[in-house]
């Protein structure tokens, strides 16, 4: 017989955890007051942007949460522009399904980087699509970029659990003395 794909207890967890979820998605994109919580991490990912930007050929400065083209345009990096609530969605679902805690660290971190690259992709090229082709950048922006972390938790959420399910036949990923 199957295996289901989540057992109930595993559905009841989910489903909770994903409640408290969207509730703290909700208050994050309705506090002004987060964005001096973040600033220091919206300061980072200007300066990487600047960097990235630079080796592409783009002549650009940061300075705090913004990046500035030298023609003039300003971006400002948002507490929202973080990758924030795509890396906490994946980070909630690995965590509630059941699996050994070293699998779950591993699904959790890589996840993290991989959806912190993503994001780092997605600023960037909206702002070399900006500077190309303004017309395009809202259409990008709102419906490419706005669905790409969505697919990209999703195919990780699916790929973690079809490894930890494989791992959990063999012998453990760490071993202690």
Known sequence: MRRPVLHVREQRRLVWALGVFACLAFLVYRAPLLDPLFAGPAAAVADFTVLLLTQAGFVAASEGNRVILSSGVIYEVSYRCLGILPVSFLA????????????????????????LGLNQVRIVH??????????AFALMHDVVWGTAPVLGVLLLLVGWRSWAERAADRAPLFSGP
């Not at 909206?126 to 017309?135: G, M």
């Open 92 to 115: 909630i679902c690995i965590l509630v399904l059941n699996g050994r805690l070293s699998e779950k660290l591993v699904g959790v971190c890589g996840g993290a980087a991989v959806l």
């Open 126 to 135: 909206l702002i070399v699509l900006n500077e190309a082709s303004p017309q």
